[in-house]
């Protein structure tokens, strides 16, 4: 099993629609959760932190399950822009071992 | 936001040839940078951390003499392709944070790897 897993999708939505993907991860003692976007050739970026409280930046909201050991990422009013691939990041306590998922390809239509 | 600078963009080289990949964090020091290789439509894949002033660790299945990691400074590491082979086209990327642990990571963007 894969410490960090993601359906790779592609999900295909319409633009204004809601999406949200999952990520489960292995370690019960993983500590830190991040989102990341990555476009096509590109370095992937930082889109949020996950806590444990759950925590929204405009239209994305992130969520953390320890008890099922998920995180998830809901976008809303989606936009062509958000067409991208969304990594999953978790860490340890020490941030010495960063585990990305595989990625979830989100494609946007008009 | 912290920047992490990494060149060059994109080479083409010949099989047999050797390469260097630079990573500078141009606003903070990095005592950690990590180093990730991308093949097409795949996640990335750690292929080694690189501590400042000591040996890299290099995760199973990388190898140390292929992949030549140096952390000299607190701001700059260098991975070395020896002797490139078409296999080893990949895309490079590396990161580092700025903090201790749980900071977040902070991307280069990105190194793409054509061997001939």
């Known amino acids: 099993r894969k410490e960090v897993e993601q359906d790779p999708g592609p999900f295909n939505v319409p633009e204004g629609a809601t999406v949200a993907f999952n990520c489960t991860y292995s370690n019960s003692a993983s500590q830190s959760f991040f989102w990341y976007r990555q476009d096509c050739r590109k370095e992937p970026k930082l889109l949020m932190s996950v806590y444990s409280s759950g925590n929204e930046d405009g239209r994305f909201t992130a969520q953390l399950n320890r008890a099922s050991q998920y995180i998830s990422l809901l976008i809303r009013d989606s936009k062509l822009s958000d067409s991208a691939t969304y990594l999953c990041v978790v860490s340890d306590s020490s941030a010495s071992k960063i585990i990305f998922g595989s990625g979830t390809r989100l494609s946007i239509r008009p | 936001g912290a920047v992490v600078s990494q060149h060059p963009s994109w080479v083409i080289c010949k099989s047999g040839t050797s390469v260097k990949i630079e990573c500078r964090s141009l606003d903070f020091q990095a005592t950690t940078m990590f180093w990730y290789r991308q093949f097409p439509k795949q996640s990335l894949m750690l292929m080694a951390t690189s501590n400042e002033g000591s040996k890299a660790t290099y995760e199973q299945g990388v190898e140390k003499d292929k992949f030549l990691i140096n952390h000299a400074s607190l701001t700059l590491s260098t991975l070395t392709v020896t002797s490139a082979h078409p296999e080893d086209s990949s895309f490079y990327i590396c990161?580092?944070?700025?903090?201790?642990?749980?900071?977040?990571?902070?991307f280069g963007s990105g190194t793409q790897l054509s061997v001939l």
């Open positions: 990161s580092a944070r700025p903090g201790q642990a749980n900071e977040k990571l902070f």
